[in-house]
Structure formats: structure tokens, C-alpha cells
């Protein structure tokens, strides 16, 4: 035994507990008797990063990594360089571990976490699959094993991986919400009566908005229409309750992009790149992912996801200090940034989230329409695709969607009236670019897409460049995985379930009707 042994296991027990302070100050106290020590270097790191000071954190795990380069070490620092939205970085990291692969279940599990923020679900797979192996009782990764083979079209091992963590956990939020979207359910084969009985044992407020969603979604399936919009209602209702949403922030936020345009249209673009990536944008849940799934079937495309790219990149170049990605306060820094470093910076976190860089790459993240100016002026031959559906779909089937929870994009979509708002100002702005931009974007129309697909392919292809490729219109035989709410329903064929859906609630929706005539919003 060395001098230095106690301390470290003083400091990983401390760690164990959560005693991040306490960790801290036993690896520093190792470190002043042994300044090169890589495991208390290690834990200095974890425990700074579990204290807010991340980047601090970094640095003392690169350094622990630098004299001692093992698996554990290399899968936390990972983590944080993801965490930190560096990630090329954390790709060359995992590249490193694969040589020298850790052991133990959270460094295998924290790799797979990692591999699936960079969208390389394939890859994650094997890691999740050890960490399960590894510890078969512990929940997490159960669950994030399950949603990994849900992304990449194992949808009967998902499912079994599901009921596995369910007959652990029998009340398992996420794990229902993700067993229920897996498929459709039928008569004979549905959770109905299960998620009935642990939505009204839920005590948990995330259980019951995920259960409450999940039963609505099995309803559905079963055209139980009215049941199933009365779940979800309760269920948006009871969470929209506790957030701190107030529209007049994302309004604020329309103003200040139409308001700055004219700076922005002036604003520098020093040698802009000269790729061509494809953005998909709209509202959410009006067809994205399926345009995304057609243009990346052709031959000359690959999808890289939904990126935060562009919002990060016109963060960094604007350099507020503000908690959110998007504000006033960034719109009008950003005017004084040179535009085309935002086009290099937002190249270079796209990079790792390509498989092949001769492929153009489609950027399917429906909020960069807020960045549509800024993408045009950044990319000049970008070519930008809007997925636009009936006002009185898209207001409900955002209301049907539960988004990612812990994201402030989608506050406003648990209450009908908060869509409403949402969507008059997105089609204001849209309004807006195709004036600003004329000709830079192609609208497309859900409902033309089903009725025409073949004719709406050929124009979104045209539109982009591209020669006509018969597989756009097998768009469900893409193998690529799919990471979004709709990687169901994107390995169908075309369908016309989801039109017109709105009129099953038309009582209900009746506010938003109103609402639309009084600002000029059509819905015949």
C-alpha cells in the first residue's frame, strides 16, 4: 500500500455518496503529496465537473487521462466534452477508448450515452448490451438499452427489453411511454388496463405525465379518439401546471429575429463555405422526419439528425452570456459577428454526426426556421425545405407529442391556446423569410405530399439540385436509425391516417379555431 491509497479510497467513497466537496478536497490532499497521480487527478475532475465547474473538470481529467490512459477515465471525459457541445472531441475520445475498453457497467453505459448523442446508435449498442450484462438490476441501463435498439429498427428486442425492465420496475415511466410508441397496438394486443392501474398508483409528477401520454397513445390506436384526447389532456394540463412558460419569452424572441434582419442582411460573411446542406425546418411534428427520410435516401444524401448546431454556432459567435441558446440579447450581438465564421463553426459540430463527408447531409432540426436568415447568409448555396400542414393539425398533433421533457423549445406545447400563439408567429416569420429570401425556400405541404409523393419528391429533389432517384419513394426501406418521435411511423409506407385528424376533436379545438379567424389563419 502506498501513502496515497487511503486517500483515494477516501475519495471514491465520498464520490459514491455524492459528497462532491468532500471528494474534492481527499483528491487534492493526494495530489498535494503526489502531484502526477492520475486516479486523484480523475476524481478532482469528476467531483469540480459535479460542482458546475466543468470545464475546470476537463482539464483535470485530460491530464489524468495523459499519464494514465484506461477506459473509465476516457469514457467520463467523454461525458463532459459532450456535455460542453465539443463533439469532435468527445468522438476522438470514444475512438480512443475502443482500443482499451473499460470493464465496469457506468463507463460502458456513459460510452453508449455518448455514442447516442453523437447519433451513432449502432455503435452504442454493444455498450449498452455490456452494461446490462453487467448490472442486470440497474434501471437506467436497461432503458437506455432499450431505446437504442428502438432507433436503429429492433423493435421486438426493444420490446422484450422493455417488459424486462418492467417486470423489475413495474411503474417505470419512460419505460411504458417508450414500450406504448413502439408500435401500433390492437384489440387483441395492447397495455391498456396495465396503464390505467399505474397511472392511478403514480405518485411521481414525470411518471404521470409519461403515463398519462403513453395511455393516450394506446387509446388511439384502438380509435378510442375521445378516451385517448381526454388522457392527454389531463396529462398536459397536470405538467403545464407546474412549468413557468409564459409565451411572451418565445414572442419576444420572433420580434427580435424579424426586428434585427436588416442588420443581420448586412451584417460581414467572410469566405462562406461552399457546401450545400439541406435544411429541413417547420413546425415540429408536421412531416420533418419523413422529408428527411426521403431526401437521405437518395444516393447523393445522408441525414445527420436533428442538429443543435446552428443554434450553438450563432451562440458562440454571438458570445452572450445568457442561460438560453436562443434570446434577444444573442439575435442582436450576433448582427456585430462575422457570418461566415458562423457557417465554418456550425460545419465543424456537424462533422461527427456524418458518416460519409462526399454525402450532402440534411439538418432536420424544425427550429432552425428562427436561424433561416442566418442560414442563408452562412451557406449560400444551402437549399432550405419548410414543412408546412393544416393550422388545425399541427396545433394538435404538437399537443399530442411529449418532447423532450427537460428542453425549453417545447414549453409551449402542453396547452392547446400556447400552440395556437406559437403558430401564428412561426407563420408570420415564415411569411417573413419568403419575403427576405425570395426563392431560398420551397414550402411543402403534408397533405400534398401523401396525395402526390412521387410529384412532391421530384420538386423537393429539384429544388435541392439533385437528379430524380427512384428510393426517394421507398423512403421506409432507409435502414439509417431514427432518433424522433416518429421513427414508428417513418418505417411505414406512406399513410393518410394522421389528415384531417383534428376534425375527431373539433369540439375541443374550437378555442383555437376562434382564435385562428381572428388572426387571419385559415383552416377550410
Given at each position: 500500500?502506498?501513502?496515497?491509497?487511503?486517500?483515494?479510497?477516501a475519495?471514491?467513497?465520498?464520490?459514491?455518496?455524492?459528497?462532491?466537496?468532500?471528494?474534492?478536497?481527499?483528491?487534492?490532499?493526494?495530489?498535494?503529496?503526489?502531484?502526477?497521480h492520475?486516479?486523484?487527478?480523475?476524481?478532482?475532475?469528476?467531483?469540480?465537473?459535479?460542482?458546475?465547474q466543468?470545464?475546470?473538470?476537463?482539464?483535470?481529467?485530460?491530464?489524468?487521462?495523459?499519464?494514465?490512459?484506461?477506459?473509465?477515465?476516457?469514457?467520463?471525459?467523454?461525458?463532459?466534452?459532450?456535455?460542453?457541445?465539443?463533439?469532435?472531441?468527445?468522438?476522438?475520445?470514444?475512438?480512443?477508448a475502443?482500443?482499451?475498453?473499460?470493464?465496469?457497467?457506468?463507463?460502458?453505459?456513459?460510452?453508449?450515452?455518448?455514442?447516442?448523442?453523437?447519433?451513432?446508435?449502432?455503435?452504442?449498442?454493444?455498450?449498452?448490451?455490456?452494461?446490462?450484462?453487467?448490472?442486470?438490476?440497474?434501471?437506467?441501463?436497461?432503458?437506455?438499452?432499450?431505446?437504442?435498439?428502438?432507433?436503429?429498427?429492433?423493435?421486438?428486442?426493444?420490446?422484450?427489453?422493455?417488459?424486462?425492465?418492467?417486470?423489475?420496475?413495474?411503474?417505470?415511466?419512460?419505460?411504458?411511454h417508450?414500450?406504448?410508441?413502439?408500435?401500433?397496438?390492437?384489440?387483441?394486443?395492447?397495455?391498456?388496463?396495465?396503464?390505467?392501474?399505474?397511472?392511478?398508483?403514480?405518485?411521481?409528477?414525470?411518471?404521470?405525465?409519461?403515463?398519462?401520454?403513453?395511455?393516450?397513445?394506446?387509446?388511439?390506436?384502438?380509435?378510442?379518439d375521445?378516451?385517448?384526447?381526454?388522457?392527454?389532456?389531463?396529462?398536459?394540463?397536470?405538467?403545464?401546471?407546474?412549468?413557468?412558460?409564459?409565451?411572451?419569452?418565445?414572442?419576444?424572441?420572433?420580434?427580435?429575429?424579424?426586428?434585427?434582419?436588416?442588420?443581420?442582411?448586412?451584417?460581414?460573411?467572410?469566405?462562406?463555405?461552399?457546401?450545400?446542406?439541406?435544411?429541413?425546418?417547420?413546425m415540429?411534428?408536421?412531416?420533418?422526419?419523413?422529408?428527411?427520410r426521403?431526401?437521405?435516401?437518395?444516393?447523393?444524401?445522408?441525414?445527420?439528425?436533428e442538429?443543435?448546431?446552428?443554434?450553438?454556432?450563432?451562440?458562440?459567435?454571438?458570445?452572450?452570456?445568457?442561460?438560453?441558446?436562443?434570446?434577444?440579447?444573442?439575435?442582436?450581438?450576433?448582427?456585430?459577428?462575422?457570418?461566415?465564421?458562423?457557417?465554418?463553426?456550425?460545419?465543424?459540430?456537424?462533422h461527427?454526426?456524418?458518416?460519409?463527408p462526399?454525402?450532402?447531409?440534411?439538418?432536420?432540426?424544425?427550429?432552425?426556421?428562427?436561424?433561416?436568415?442566418?442560414?442563408?447568409?452562412?451557406?449560400?448555396?444551402?437549399?432550405?425545405?419548410?414543412?408546412?400542414?393544416?393550422?388545425?393539425?399541427?396545433v394538435?398533433?404538437?399537443?399530442?407529442?411529449?418532447?423532450?421533457?427537460?428542453?425549453?423549445?417545447?414549453d409551449?406545447?402542453?396547452?392547446?391556446?400556447?400552440?395556437?400563439?406559437?403558430?401564428?408567429?412561426?407563420?408570420?416569420?415564415m411569411?417573413?423569410?419568403?419575403?427576405?429570401?425570395?426563392?431560398?425556400?420551397?414550402?411543402?405541404?403534408?397533405?400534398?405530399?401523401?396525395?402526390?409523393?412521387?410529384?412532391?419528391?421530384?420538386?423537393?429533389?429539384?429544388?435541392?439540385?439533385?437528379?430524380?432517384?427512384?428510393?426517394?419513394?421507398?423512403?421506409?426501406?432507409?435502414?439509417?436509425?431514427?432518433?424522433?418521435?416518429?421513427?414508428?411511423?417513418?418505417?411505414?409506407p406512406?399513410?393518410?391516417?394522421?389528415?384531417?385528424?383534428?376534425k375527431?376533436?373539433?369540439?375541443?379545438?374550437?378555442?383555437?379555431?376562434?382564435?385562428f379567424?381572428?388572426?387571419?389563419?385559415?383552416?377550410?
Amino acid at each position: 500500500m502506498t501513502l496515497t491509497d487511503p486517500g483515494i479510497a477516501a475519495a471514491r467513497q465520498a464520490l459514491a455518496r455524492g459528497d462532491l466537496p468532500a471528494t474534492a478536497r481527499t483528491a487534492q490532499a493526494v495530489l498535494a503529496v503526489a502531484p502526477d497521480h492520475a486516479e486523484a487527478q480523475f476524481l478532482l475532475g469528476l467531483a469540480l465537473a459535479g460542482m458546475g465547474q466543468v470545464r475546470h473538470g476537463i482539464a483535470q481529467i485530460m491530464a489524468a487521462v495523459a499519464r494514465d490512459p484506461q477506459g473509465e477515465y476516457r469514457a467520463q471525459l467523454a461525458r463532459l466534452l459532450i456535455m460542453t457541445r465539443q463533439d469532435s472531441a468527445a468522438a476522438q475520445v470514444l475512438a480512443d477508448a475502443e482500443g482499451a475498453l473499460p470493464d465496469d457497467a457506468l463507463s460502458r453505459d456513459t460510452m453508449g450515452c455518448v455514442y447516442a448523442r453523437l447519433g451513432d446508435h449502432a455503435a452504442s449498442l454493444p455498450h449498452f448490451a455490456h452494461a446490462v450484462a453487467g448490472e442486470p438490476d440497474n434501471l437506467e441501463y436497461r432503458y437506455n438499452h432499450a431505446a437504442a435498439l428502438n432507433f436503429v429498427g429492433a423493435v421486438d428486442a426493444a420490446e422484450a427489453a422493455l417488459e424486462a425492465l418492467l417486470a423489475l420496475a413495474p411503474g417505470h415511466g419512460r419505460a411504458h411511454h417508450l414500450l406504448a410508441g413502439l408500435k401500433r397496438h390492437s384489440a387483441g394486443a395492447n397495455h391498456v388496463p396495465r396503464l390505467r392501474a399505474r397511472l392511478t398508483a403514480a405518485q411521481d409528477p414525470q411518471d404521470r405525465l409519461l403515463l398519462g401520454y403513453a395511455l393516450a397513445k394506446e387509446l388511439d390506436d384502438l380509435g378510442e379518439d375521445q378516451a385517448a384526447f381526454a388522457a392527454l389532456a389531463a396529462a398536459n394540463a397536470e405538467h403545464r401546471a407546474r412549468l413557468p412558460y409564459r409565451f411572451e419569452t418565445d414572442a419576444a424572441n420572433f420580434d427580435a429575429i424579424v426586428a434585427t434582419w436588416p442588420a443581420l442582411a448586412r451584417a460581414r460573411v467572410s469566405a462562406p463555405p461552399a457546401e450545400a446542406p439541406i435544411f429541413v425546418i417547420g413546425m415540429p411534428r408536421t412531416g420533418t422526419t419523413l422529408v428527411d427520410r426521403i431526401a437521405s435516401s437518395h444516393a447523393q444524401v445522408e441525414s445527420a439528425g436533428e442538429l443543435q448546431a446552428m443554434p450553438l454556432a450563432v451562440k458562440h459567435a454571438a458570445g452572450t452570456r445568457t442561460r438560453t441558446v436562443l434570446d434577444p440579447e444573442t439575435i442582436a450581438a450576433l448582427a456585430q459577428a462575422d457570418l461566415g465564421t458562423v457557417g465554418h463553426d456550425y460545419l465543424a459540430r456537424a462533422h461527427h454526426h456524418r458518416r460519409n463527408p462526399n454525402l450532402r447531409f440534411v439538418d432536420k432540426f424544425p427550429g432552425n426556421f428562427h436561424y433561416s436568415g442566418i442560414v442563408a447568409r452562412c451557406f449560400p448555396n444551402a437549399r432550405i425545405i419548410c414543412l408546412r400542414r393544416h393550422p388545425m393539425d399541427t396545433v394538435l398533433s404538437n399537443f399530442r407529442n411529449l418532447f423532450a421533457i427537460t428542453s425549453r423549445y417545447y414549453d409551449y406545447s402542453y396547452d392547446l391556446m400556447d400552440i395556437a400563439r406559437y403558430y401564428v408567429r412561426f407563420d408570420r416569420l415564415m411569411a417573413f423569410w419568403h419575403q427576405a429570401l425570395p426563392g431560398r425556400i420551397l414550402d411543402v405541404q403534408y397533405e400534398d405530399l401523401v396525395a402526390d409523393q412521387e410529384g412532391v419528391t421530384r420538386r423537393m429533389l429539384e429544388h435541392c439540385g439533385l437528379e430524380w432517384d427512384a428510393a426517394c419513394l421507398d423512403f421506409h426501406r432507409n435502414a439509417a436509425p431514427v432518433s424522433t418521435p416518429s421513427a414508428a411511423q417513418v418505417r411505414r409506407p406512406l399513410y393518410r391516417d394522421a389528415l384531417a385528424r383534428w376534425k375527431r376533436h373539433e369540439a375541443a379545438l374550437a378555442p383555437v379555431a376562434a382564435y385562428f379567424a381572428g388572426e387571419g389563419i385559415s383552416i377550410t
